[in-house]
């Protein structure tokens, strides 16, 4: 927890939180802190600074705030990704947000495995979980918003062609002849397939609709993994 993320339900007056949960956990525990330190806060869609603990013990974490710096910037990228097995979108989600994209997209594609839109991991309070997580790791606080599209032609025929209108479409693929760009300039949406990969007419209506297949090279990461070597090669360098 490199930040500790506030919300309004936790300001007991204009300028002090009282906190209770995880967060209190942590701050006795990890950051071992005392009544007197200052400490990394964020407010949650709001600005960063810092917080002086007032009161501090088994029941309660008092702190001062004083919240006067924006967040970081943004990584200009929408991730699309096919639904993947719950543990994997978990960690996209965290690495994802840790790396700075606000808009996730998750779509059906032929080989995502239907159950997978069922798991609890896609409850609204799980997804918000992992996402502030994603937050509290790379000192940020603007929570990104999180899409789903379980029709893949409903969304080629709205959302993509919007956004292949908007940015410049990336979709990932092993065997692709181009290689990933290295910090585009330009808004950016990245494509990445499910574990057992794209089928062939996917690929097809992918680029169809706007889409350029691009590759890390010949090595076959698995989503997680390459989604965020896929974020490396865009985030600004
Ligand atoms: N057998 C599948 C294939 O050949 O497409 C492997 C799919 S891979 C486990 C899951 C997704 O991660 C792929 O659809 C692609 O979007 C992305 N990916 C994995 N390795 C990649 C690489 N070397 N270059 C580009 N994208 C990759």
């Not at 200052?38 to 002086?52: F, I, K, S």
Request: with cysteine.
């Amino acid at each position: 927890m490199n930040v500790i993320l506030v919300e309004p339900a936790d300001f007991v007056d204009a300028r002090r939180v009282r906190l209770t949960d995880r967060r209190l956990t942590h701050v006795r525990k990890v950051h071992r802190a005392a009544v007197g330190d200052t400490l990394r806060v964020g407010q949650v869609d709001g600005a960063l600074g810092r917080g002086r603990v007032v009161r501090l013990d088994r029941e309660a974490l008092e702190l001062e705030l004083e919240l006067d710096e924006p967040p970081p910037p943004a990584l200009d990228v929408t991730l699309v990704v096919a639904l993947p097995r719950p543990p994997s979108m978990r960690k996209v989600l965290q690495q994802g947000t840790a790396m700075g994209v606000k808009r996730f997209v998750f779509v059906h594609c032929a080989r995502t495995e239907k159950s997978y839109w069922t798991a609890s991991a896609l409850e609204p309070d799980a997804i918000r979980r992992d996402l502030l997580l994603g937050l509290e790791q790379a000192r940020d606080t603007a929570l990104p918003r999180v899409a789903f599209e379980r029709r893949l032609a409903e969304f080629l025929a709205g959302r993509y062609e919007a956004l292949a209108r908007e940015s410049l479409v990336l979709v990932a693929h092993p065997d692709a002849a181009s290689p990933c760009p290295r910090a585009p300039t330009t808004p950016v949406t990245l494509v990445v397939g499910p574990e057992g990969g794209f089928i062939p007419s996917e690929l097809e209506r992918l680029e169809r609709a706007g889409g350029r297949r691009v590759t890390l090279g010949p090595r076959i990461l698995r989503v997680e993994t390459a989604t965020v070597a896929l974020l490396a090669r865009l985030s600004p360098s």
